[in-house]
């Protein structure tokens, strides 16, 4: 009982691990390159970016849509991505 408690309290630390200081990543890391081979540790920067995209992807994509398209490409999209304008199968929330 006790290997499987250490093994489940090991995955969840490894789970968390992104969230924890640079030194429990670090020792993370260095286990995971002896298990595993896992070369790279993610630079703190990019592992900022892919925990904001994990996050708030879609929060921060329409935030981009918002800012850098039209209005007549919003349009566009909302009227032809609609399935109901062109199946006549299922209504469209608007």
């Given at each position: 009982m006790t290997v499987l408690h250490n093994y489940?309290?090991?995955r969840i630390v490894a789970?968390?691990?992104e969230h924890l200081s640079t030194a429990f990543r670090s020792t993370i890391h260095e286990f995971s390159r002896e298990i595993d081979g896992t070369e790279r540790q993610l630079e703190l920067g990019r592992l900022c970016l892919t925990q904001a995209n994990?996050?708030?992807g879609m929060a921060l994509g329409a935030m981009?849509?918002?800012q850098h398209f039209s209005s007549q490409s919003k349009a566009k999209v909302?009227?032809?991505s609609c399935?109901?304008?062109?199946t006549g199968n299922m209504p469209c929330v608007e």
């Open positions: 489940m309290l090991w789970a968390l691990s994990k996050h708030f981009f849509v918002q909302g009227r032809d399935p109901s304008r062109s």
